[in-house]
């Protein structure tokens, strides 16, 4: 190799990071309007003007019963619903109102998570280096990974940002592996990630030829979640996790359990009865390289972050890999409190994990004390991603 490509070779050298990436923040968000499980049905046939269809009430009624689920913000109110009852109907063309609605709200969402994230960080704006943003609510031009940094007073000239379109339910997972690539290949880095979804992607009245969207509208909930993420940290900085390992698995023969697609009369999608035991029986290959570099006989002896995709979901794997119930009580409560919210919703879990090591008097930032750790996403594909963590002194 010539003087020149060595010493080339060395600025990259230079460039990576020493050590692995960390978690240096985390931030949520939800819309302010609160809808109870309990009461839900009723006022979703209500705002539909769907009364009459008291059959199909009674299966929506026993649908969101199964769902464990206590309350959900969601931004489509019936006062929302009123200003625009093409929202109401099957099928009318709807798409224009819907994208009014998501440039109202999904940005607001996303500025708001991510400004908490780097008041939690405690950093200035000016030296986040990079974005990750997902979202498969909203598509625009200018996109919404520009709206954020905008909106969220970052300097957008100098910001390198990734914007991710329709991943879906594992975009959580998919933002943080890419994160921390980023935040190991390029020394100083800090990485601003978000992920942000709302339903009025999808909302309209109910239907019997569309049973996936009764469940979707017991199952889903409207927020955005974010993180700081970066390597080496200083002295002013107080990482909570080290990540240490990023892998995907795609599961055999599942590419039609999770579909969705965009229509003039807003996003359709469809969700697989199998999907549960797909995950499950899949599962502990997924986990097996992040189970061997944590040195555990057992992922039970990790503490989870799993997305929730839904209870189903989560009693399946529970049974299947022989998990305690503990292991997934911060996915289950997160569930209970704010839905699925598609690729966000691990960062509430994870976010739920740092606050009980905080309100418990562990000496870790791991659930339970626990060191190692999994964040787990799951969604379209079917994709696994499987994100190893490290535990911190708090």
């Known amino acids: 190799m010539s003087a020149a490509g060595r010493q080339a070779g060395a600025r990259r050298i230079r460039a990576a990071s020493e050590g692995p990436a960390n978690v240096l923040a985390i931030g949520t968000a939800v819309p ?36 464990q689920i206590t309350k959900r913000h969601m931004v489509v109110t019936k006062e929302l619903v009123a200003e625009h009852p093409e929202l109401t109907t099957h099928k009318d063309n709807s798409i224009s109102v819907r994208h009014e609605i998501l440039m109202e709200w999904v940005p607001k969402l996303a500025v708001e998570a991510a400004e908490t994230a780097i008041a939690d960080w405690g950093g200035s704006k000016d030296d986040i280096t990079h974005m ?15 709206l954020i940094a905008n909106g969220a007073g ?59 969207g009764l469940v979707g509208h017991g199952l889903f909930g409207d927020g955005a979640g974010a993180l700081v993420v970066g390597a080496d940290p200083v002295a002013s900085e107080k990482p909570i996790y080290e990540i240490q390992y990023a892998g995907t698995t795609v599961v055999p023969d599942t590419l ?12 359709y999608f469809h969700l697989g009865r199998n999907l549960g035991t797909a995950v499950a029986k899949n599962l502990e290959v997924a986990l097996q390289e992040a189970k061997e570099l944590a040195g555990v006989a057992s992922v039970d002896e990790m503490f989870w972050a799993m997305h929730p995709g839904g209870a189903d979901i989560m009693n399946k794997v529970e049974k299947e890999l022989r998990l305690s119930p503990e292991t997934l009580k911060y ?8 839905g699925n919210i598609s690729g966000a919703t691990v960062y509430f879990v994870l976010d739920r994990i740092r606050n009980d090591a905080h309100q418990s008097g562990f000496t870790t930032t791991g659930g339970e004390g626990k060191e190692w750790g999994l964040v787990i996403g799951i969604g379209p594909g079917v994709t696994v991603e499987t994100i190893l963590l490290k535990s911190l002194p708090l």
């Open 32 to 67: 302010p309007f609160v809808h109870e499980t309990s009461t839900y049905p009723d006022y979703y046939f209500s705002m539909t003007n769907c009364n009459h269809k008291t059959e199909l009430l009674d299966k929506f009624k026993r649908i969101s019963s199964k769902m």
């Open 256 to 267: 039609d359990y999770i579909t969705a697609a965009p229509k003039e009369y807003g996003m």
């Open 132 to 146: 990750v943003v997902s979202s498969t609510s909203l598509v625009n031009m200018p996109g919404l990974d520009l």
């Open 154 to 212: 970052l300097d957008a000239s100098k910001v390198r940002r990734v914007m991710m379109y329709y991943i879906g339910c594992h975009a959580g997972g998919t933002a943080l592996r890419t994160a921390k690539d980023l935040a190991e290949n390029n020394k100083g880095a800090r990485v601003l990630v978000v992920c942000v979804d709302c339903t009025a992607v999808f909302f309209r009245g109910p239907s019997e030829e569309y049973l996936d």
């Open 331 to 338: 996915s289950r409560q997160t569930l209970d409190q704010v």
